[in-house]
């Protein structure tokens, strides 16, 4: 039987997210950074319960999320199993990357600068949230009619 991919689950019961998004999530972000990759197994629900104490049907849900979004395959007595990633353009795994090494270098500054982690991850959110909206000369908005924009606090 194939080993499970060096992946751990942290459950945060604070967060206010659901524990199963929490797993989807985390997956996720472990397909985009290329710690997870297609052929790796996820860890068993018993694997999971143990090591965070929560439900096991919980773990289940979360599975079967992802596999509904076709990034995972559930293997009858074998496991669930990686099948596709998720990352950027060519391919490059997102912890290799020269744009990594430039945020790497961004965060030291902004530690340096005295910004806490909260506040540096706010404000990268916010600039994410600028650059990634949607030009309303190129692009349909996607809002529904009526809808006002919302404006942040930074």
């Not at 996720?28 to 090591?51: C, F, I």
């Not at 650059?131 to 942040?152: A, F, I, V």
């Amino acid at each position: 039987m194939a080993e499970s991919a060096a992946v751990e689950f942290r459950i945060d019961r604070r967060s206010g997210v659901a524990t199963y998004l929490q797993i989807v999530q985390q997956t996720k972000q472990a397909l985009r950074l290329g710690v997870l990759e297609p052929g790796d197994r996820l860890p068993t629900a018993r694997e999971v319960v143990e090591a965070t104490a929560i439900n096991p049907n919980t773990v289940l849900k979360a599975y079967r999320e992802l596999e509904r979004e076709g990034l995972v395959e559930a293997r009858r007595g074998l496991g669930t199993f990686v099948r596709r990633t998720l990352g950027g353009a060519g391919g490059a795994s997102a912890s290799d990357s020269p744009l990594r090494t430039e945020l790497a270098d961004w965060a030291r500054r902004a530690r340096s600068a005295g910004l806490e982690k909260d506040d540096a991850s706010a404000l990268f959110a916010a600039v994410l949230d600028s650059t990634y909206q949607p030009d309303s000369t190129n692009q349909p908005d996607s809002r529904h009619k009526g809808e006002q924009d919302r404006g942040q606090v930074l």
